[in-house]
């Protein structure tokens, strides 16, 4: 028999979760702000608690997915719901801080509540499939007694470390990289709409070079791990070439009208560094002029 588990919070992502959960024969007991959102999860065979209070009575382990912390926060800390969390391990899958986690863990230890905190890197369609990824910190042994739980919602699931604002920091760092390929996309756009280039070519472009920019971002993070700054034999690129090319976008995209918000702030950054005596070292070197090493 599976453990019973509670989740609260039927957004996309609650959804998601608690549907994985029912698929991997957990019962599971569902609550939502707005009762309507969760008529999918009863009719997939949920148990919907009238309220957080129910909700969280009627599993050891609650799972919390709602918009923020402050939302987490405004159900979790009713004197009734605390009362009755006491002994129980709460999962917090809600985006966050990782000061924001501590905090939540401070509360809860208070309150002889165990808590692990958690950061889905994944959107509500790879929930459930070997494909996603779950990032969880906190104590070891709550990460291991909900291991089994946790697998049913994502074949990645790694645990960080004890610290419980881990995962949220390593979140916060992949979603950095993330939004770097997003908004260079739009300036990509930006730049093939203006030189009526069809998107259609531009993605296939994209297809034939993720491989070259893989290998770039990987390069990179592995020489700032290795403080390998200075140009050598294994060197992709060094400095001068990245501005040079750069100044060529920046030229295009001023005589095209096009938002240089973003490529601003390059600019700054490979000046800080070109001012510095950089601008013959491996791009990597730009790393130290990202804030503290
Ligand atoms: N969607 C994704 O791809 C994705 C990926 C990774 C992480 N996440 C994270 O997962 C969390 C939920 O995202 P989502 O996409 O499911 O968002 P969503 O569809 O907008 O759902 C938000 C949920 O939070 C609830 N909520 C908001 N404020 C509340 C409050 N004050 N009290 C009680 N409940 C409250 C909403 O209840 P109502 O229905 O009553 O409004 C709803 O259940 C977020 O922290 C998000 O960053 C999402």
């Known amino acids: 028999m599976q453990p019973a588990i509670s989740v609260l919070g039927m957004g996309r992502m609650g959804s998601a979760l608690a549907h994985a959960l029912l698929k991997a024969g957990h019962p599971t007991t569902v609550w939502n702000r707005t009762p309507a959102k969760a008529a999918p999860l009863a009719a997939a065979g949920a148990e919907v608690a009238a309220s957080v209070r129910n909700a969280v009575a009627a599993s050891d382990i609650v799972i919390v997915n709602v918009s923020d912390y402050q939302a987490t926060q ?67 042994a709550a990460f ?25 920091a390593l979140d916060s760092a992949v979603l950095a990289l993330m939004w770097g390929a997003l908004f260079g996309a739009l300036q990509s756009i930006a730049v093939c709409r203006a030189e009526a280039i069809d998107l259609e070519t531009l993605g296939k472009q994209w297809s034939a070079t993720a491989p ?27 400095v001068s070439p990245h501005y040079g090319a750069f100044h060529h976008l920046v030229e295009l995209m001023a005589a095209r009208g096009i938002d240089r918000t973003i490529t601003d702030g390059y600019e700054a950054i490979f000046r800080r560094a070109i001012d510095a005596g950089h601008l013959h070292d491996d791009f990597a070197s730009l790393s130290l002029f990202m804030g503290r090493p």
């Open 74 to 140: 405004s159900l979790l800390r009713d004197p009734d719901v605390t009362g009755t969390l006491k002994g129980k391990l709460i999962i917090e899958l809600t985006s966050g801080t990782p000061d924001g986690a501590r905090e939540v863990q401070a509360w809860a230890g208070r309150h002889g509540i165990r808590y692990l905190d958690g950061a889905i890197l994944a959107t509500p369609d790879f929930i459930g499939t070997e494909a996603g990824t779950l990032l969880i910190s906190g104590p070891a």
């Open 144 to 168: 291991e007694e909900s291991r089994a739980v946790l697998g049913a919602l994502a074949g990645n699931v790694q645990h960080i470390g004890a610290d419980p604002g881990l995962a949220n």
């Open 212 to 238: 070259v920019i893989d290998g770039l971002v990987a390069d990179l993070i592995k020489r700032s791990a290795a403080g390998r700054y200075a140009a050598d034999d294994k060197t992709l690129s060094s």
